[in-house]
């Protein structure tokens, strides 16, 4: 008897510690079903392609926010990053008329931005929240001035096939979903099964413990930011192939605030030092979920702003309660 008790105890502890970590399981399929409830075809091939068409371009940018924020920072220039990549991309496209090497700029282009906020915060020593804020503000008013406030157009000779990567599909999957899980299974292993995954977690558990155990603070702090630059990057390619006419003053705006309520919705704490790649992965997923379900319930959509901002605060409180505990 004693041992039966002994093994439900276990399990019910097990259960428990499974479902304090990874509570965005749960809330996805809370979710899942409100959805389901409210519209019947959500389930729908057309309906579910839809939703990872809005959530990857924003989703890859998220992934990137989670490794910022797991190492104690913040990025709120994301958005301006994938307005002044996705617009410059388009004349080297136009230009060249190759989409790799379109590719290439932008990975390599974001890359270099996101180079320039990790070495303001780490060795300018300027805190990130101010230094992502002013080259928010900095790369927007740079592609603005570039374009003239019009529109970055691809051209026609290239027009079909570059479409042709956001909404194309592989055996009816699409393009862009296909885009996603990769990505997410390259940060993943690299977050869960590197030595430089580690390293970031411990940077932002405690950043001078870490320092201490021989482990470069300023190179993994910049690293983090240049490897957001260059996921951003992608994502600013897969824009422009969505869209095909870049508007700068528009492109990618609130992308920061969409990746950052993602990674809260995903169990990341906001402090730093916790956090899990497959939780962003449904956190953006979730959070277009959201978006649908207020649709499918006639909510104005000027109030989605409000939503994502109680989701984060709430979210947010969540963490503080649980590590207080």
């Known amino acids: 008897m004693k041992t039966e008790l002994t093994t439900q105890n276990k399990i019910f502890n097990e259960v428990k510690k499974f479902s304090s970590q990874h509570t ?21 091939y057309s309906y579910l392609s839809t939703l990872i068409l809005q959530s990857t371009i924003k989703g890859i940018i998220a992934l990137g926010m989670t490794l910022v924020i797991i190492s104690g920072q913040i990025d709120l220039s994301v958005g301006s990053i994938t307005a002044l990549v996705s617009g410059l991309g388009v004349v080297v496209l136009n230009t060249t008329e190759n989409m790799l090497v379109m590719l290439l700029f932008c990975m390599v282009f974001g890359l270099f931005l996101g180079t320039i906020n990790g070495l303001l915060v780490t060795k300018g020593r300027i805190a990130p929240f101010i230094v992502t804020l002013a080259t928010l503000s900095a790369f927007r008013s740079i592609i603005v001035q570039l374009g003239q406030g019009g529109p970055f157009n691809v051209s026609e000779n290239v027009y079909q096939s570059f479409r042709l990567i956001a909404v194309g599909t592989i055996f009816k999957i699409p393009n862009l979903a296909i885009i996603f899980v990769i990505v997410t299974a390259i940060v993943y292993v690299v977050m869960e099964k590197t030595k430089f995954g580690r390293y970031i977690y411990a940077v932002g558990s405690n950043e001078k413990a870490a320092s201490l155990a021989g482990i470069n603070v300023i190179r993994i702090k910049t690293l983090c930011f240049s490897i957001t630059g260059l996921l951003t990057g992608i994502s600013a390619f897969l824009l422009a192939s969505r869209l095909t006419s870049i508007t700068a003053p528009n492109a990618g705006v609130s992308f920061e605030l969409d990746a950052i309520a993602a990674v809260a919705i995903g169990g990341t704490s906001m402090n730093g030092g916790r956090g899990r790649i497959i939780g962003t992965f449904l956190g953006i997923i979730m959070l277009q979920m959201i978006e649908g379900i207020l649709i499918a319930a006639k909510i104005p959509p000027f109030l989605t702003g409000l939503v994502k901002g109680v989701i984060i605060i709430l979210a947010v409180l969540l963490q503080s309660k649980k590590e207080k505990s």
């Open 24 to 44: 965005y399981v749960f809330s996805f399929f809370a979710l899942l079903f409100i959805a389901v409830l409210i519209n019947k075809n959500f389930l729908s």
